[in-house]
């Protein structure tokens, strides 16, 4: 939510972008931000691994968020030439909004009742 209302501030900065205060205060916050993020990201993947492949499907979540960035990357590149940059972040604002929509059906705790079953040999 933090990451989206900072993209959402760039998106509606305007000439305020050239104002150096401002942007020193947006990258500091905005990288704050994102390594809350990913240190939250970590914590909560580890939380939904299976135990008994945890190693395997953590591997595969971070690999599925490379592969995210690979194509994320030229994606708002071409959406930067094609609309602007206040659209890009605005683009962008929205989407980490729409991504907490999904996290109450990735749920740790259910996660951990059904992987516990498994090892049991019984389905959660």
Same mark, same amino acid.
């Not at 020193?24 to 916050?29: D, E, L, R, T």
């Not at 945890?54 to 990357?73: E, I, K, R």
């Given at each position: ?38 240190a &939250? ?8 691994s299976? #135990? !008994?492949?945890? @190693?395997?499907?953590?591997? =595969?979540?971070? /690999? ?10 030229? &994606?708002?590149?071409a ?6 940059? #206040? !659209?890009?972040? @605005?683009?962008?604002?929205? =989407?980490?909004? /729409? ?10 705790r &259910?996660?951990?009742k ?7 040999g019984?389905?959660?």
């Open positions: 939510a933090g990451m989206a209302l900072l993209l959402g501030t760039w998106a509606l900065a305007g000439d305020v972008w050239a104002w150096m205060p401002f942007l020193c205060v947006w990258m500091f916050a905005i990288g704050f931000s994102y390594y809350a993020y990913s &939250a990201m970590l914590g909560f993947l580890m939380g939904v299976n #135990p !008994a492949v945890g @190693a395997t499907q953590f591997a =595969v979540f971070m /690999a599925a968020g490379n592969l995210t960035a690979a194509w994320t990357a030229p &994606a708002g590149g959406l930067t030439d094609r609309y602007g940059i #206040p !659209a890009a972040f @605005a683009v962008a604002a929205v =989407v980490q909004v /729409a991504a907490i929509a999904v996290l109450p059906l990735c749920d740790p &259910a996660a951990e059904h992987y516990a079953g498994l090892a049991e019984r389905s959660a």
